[in-house]
Nanobody
């Protein structure tokens, strides 16, 4: 089992920045990829960014490319999502996920955190 705990969400004005963190524990050697997804009210959960623990570049959704940066600290088993130039449409519940492959679909991830709310005011 893998446990994921997100933190860092909150309320920010448009144009501002936030950094989300996802701390992983449990059977961490089984994780190869970590992803961030988000879900706004009335919408499906959508891919935001993903990164492998071991090698390869990160992947981003087109809507966040050049504004968000995903990174990892293997010594702390923590993944970060640095969000800049935030827009009201970025408002959503943000979820951290762990799986065996970097992928843009929810079904590729086996473990999920509880999520953290990000609200961007205009």
């Amino acid at each position: 089992q893998v446990q994921l705990v997100e933190s860092g969400g909150g309320l920010v004005q448009a144009g501002g920045s936030l950094r989300l963190s996802c701390a992983a524990s449990g059977r961490t050697p089984s994780m190869l990829a970590m992803g961030w997804f988000r879900q706004a009210p009335g919408k499906e959960r959508e891919f935001v960014a993903a990164i492998s623990w071991s090698a390869g570049g990160p992947s981003y959704a087109d809507s966040v490319e050049d504004r968000f940066t995903i990174s990892r600290d293997n010594t702390k088993n923590t993944v970060y999502l640095q969000m800049s130039s935030l827009k009201p449409e970025d408002t959503a519940f943000y979820y951290c996920a762990a799986g065996s492959l970097v992928a843009m679909v929810t079904r590729a991830y086996d473990y999920w955190g509880q999520g953290t709310q990000v609200t961007v005011s205009s």
